[in-house]
């Protein structure tokens, strides 16, 4: 079994900054492909940001594409997701994933662990 903690949401202002971190503990023999994703108030689940198992490739949905950073530190197990000039439409719970099956990472069904998700709310 694996654990992961999601940290780092809270209350920022449009353009502001946060960078949510998502801890992995537990049965972790390989570094796991992780993703994140999250869900608006009366939204469905949206693809956000992914990171390959080997720590190479990096996909980002649409809607954070140029704003947006995932990235890992191995010696922690744990991914980050840097979130820069936030806008009112990213509040969100902010969910972490990992070990996709599928290797489609931008989809939630394939991913075999999840965070307990950690808030986000941009004021405009």
């Known amino acids: 079994q694996v654990q992961l903690v999601e940290s780092g949401g809270g209350l920022v202002q449009a353009g502001d900054s946060l960078r949510l971190s998502c801890a992995a503990s537990?049965?972790?023999?390989?570094?796991?492909?992780t993703g994140w994703f999250r869900q608006g108030p009366g939204k469905e689940r949206e693809f956000v940001a992914a990171?390959?198992?080997?720590?190479?490739?990096?996909l980002y949905g649409d809607s954070v594409k140029g704003r947006f950073t995932i990235s890992r530190e191995n010696t922690k197990n744990t991914v980050f997701l840097q979130m820069n000039d936030l806008k009112s439409e990213d509040t969100a719970v902010y969910y972490c994933a990992a070990d996709s099956k599928s290797g489609r990472l931008w989809e939630s069904e394939g991913y075999n662990y999840w965070g307990q998700g950690t808030q986000v709310t941009v004021s405009s």
């Open positions: 537990g049965r972790i023999s390989n570094y796991l492909s």
């Open positions: 990171l390959s198992r080997n720590g190479v490739s990096t």
